[in-house]
Nanobody
Framework: QVRLVESGGGLVQAGGSLRLSCAAS????????MGWYRQAPGKEREKVAI???????NYADSVKGRFTISTDSAKNTVYLQMNSLKPEDTALYFC??????WGQGTQVTVSS
């Protein structure tokens, strides 16, 4: 069983920054792909950023140039550095491992 725990969310003004972290524990055989998704009220969950071992990163167009995903493989941890935040980035942010394991989410709220 795999457990993903996100942290780092909060309330920030537009233009500010936050750094999300997600630590994987339990039966983590190999974290080939880790990613961040988000879901705003009344909207579907959407991909924010994905990092795949040996294949690089992939970002949603809406966050390119502002968000950076990175990992610490030794700690089975994935990070999301979010800069120049906008009110439309407000959402519940979820961590994902290998496409099937999900965390509980961490709330990000950006005020205008």
């Amino acid at each position: 069983q795999v457990r993903l725990v996100e942290s780092g969310g909060g309330l920030v003004q537009a233009g500010g920054s936050l750094r999300l972290s997600c630590a994987a524990s339990g039966s983590v055989v190999s974290a080939n792909t880790m990613g961040w998704y988000r879901q705003a009220p009344g909207k579907e969950r959407e991909k924010v950023a994905i990092i795949t071992r040996g294949a690089g990163t992939n970002y949603a167009d809406s966050v390119k140039g502002r968000f950076t995903i990175s990992t610490d493989s030794a700690k089975n941890t994935v990070y999301l550095q979010m800069n120049s935040l906008k009110p439309e980035d407000t959402a519940l942010y979820f961590c994902n491992l290998n496409g099937w394991a999900w965390g509980q989410g961490t709330q990000v709220t950006v005020s205008s």
